[in-house]
């Protein structure tokens, strides 16, 4: 086929190749959620219809993209780890970044009846996305666990905030100042002694958020499990040990793919020493 004169225009796209070997991290975000979550009527302080809509859509994207091989997720935002020898799309940025936010928000919309059944949509929900690099399994760790502490803040100042609220009759601005200088100490405090609320006691769901995590096909060999307090790779799996698969948790709804749904620590060694596999692929 003769090539049209206006194909000089082409020339003009820039290439966006991502790093080799390295981590990749796509992460994303609701827009303008709060004014999306008020006219939808979301419990507060958690919804657990729009969390599990929100783990359906990231599962919906895990099973598309099988580079994907872990999740997490919280409130309106998830994260996704691609494995570092992933070659997806040539490893172009736009085209990585842009494919993820297109599956989740078109299954966000697609399964809304499904988590939704008696709210119809008011408007149309979006996302945006970001990718970024990480060097080493170390930041990766880091990344996820400061992922969940801020899971574990979010949740204990808003459970907090909506109990002064539903059950203390404070307005917003009085929950906002009575709340001001606390830190979790306090806030615990407030919840037992005025509400009779164990926070520890609440889904694990909500305190912790959702980890999305692909099980290999077969079980891995010769793989390093990076030591938590050093940065530094630990020594290789005993292959003449037999190799125990990771516990199965609850099946992740919806998704066909070999997935489990977690909602446990990620932050301490024990999530990352039974799936060794996650950081060294």
């Avoid at 299954?107 to 119809?120: A, G, L, Q």
């Avoid at 808003?158 to 009575?178: P, Y």
């Avoid at 306090?186 to 509400?195: G, Q």
Wanted: net charge positive.
């Amino acid at each position: 086929m003769a090539k049209s004169r206006f194909e000089y225009v082409k020339s003009y796209e820039l290439p966006d190749i991502l790093l080799p070997g390295t981590y990749i991290i796509a992460r994303v975000d609701g827009r303008g959620f709060h004014k999306f979550s008020d006219a939808h009527s979301f419990e507060k302080p958690n919804d657990r219809r729009a969390l599990n809509l929100m783990n359906h859509a990231a599962g919906c994207v895990m099973e598309d993209l099988k580079d994907v091989i872990c999740a997490f997720g919280e409130s309106d935002e998830y994260s996704f780890l691609i494995r570092k020898s992933s070659k997806l799309y040539n490893r172009r940025r736009s085209k990585i970044n842009s494919t993820i936010v297109s599956i989740f928000t078109a299954s966000y919309v697609f399964y809304w009846p499904k988590f939704f059944p008696n709210t119809p949509l008011q408007s149309p929900p979006s996302f945006d996305g970001r990718v970024v690099l990480y060097p080493s399994a170390r930041e990766i760790r880091d990344y996820f666990a400061w992922r969940q502490a801020d899971t574990h803040i979010n949740n204990l100042y808003n459970t907090a905030f909506w109990a002064l609220i539903q059950h203390g009759g404070l307005s917003t601005t009085e929950a906002n100042k009575a709340l001001q200088g606390t830190d979790s100490k306090d806030k615990n405090e407030i919840l037992y002694s005025r509400f009779n609320i164990n926070y520890n006691n609440l889904d694990s769901i909500f305190r912790k958020g959702t980890i999305l995590v692909r099980r290999p096909i077969e079980p891995p060999q010769e793989l390093t499990i990076p030591n938590e307090s050093s940065g530094v790779n630990a020594k290789p799996v005993d292959e003449t040990r037999p190799q125990v698969k990771p516990k199965r948790q609850e099946q992740y709804e919806g998704v066909t793919g070999e997935l489990d749904i977690l909602h446990e620590d990620i932050i301490k060694d024990g999530f990352w020493n039974a799936r060794p596999w996650l950081l060294a692929t």
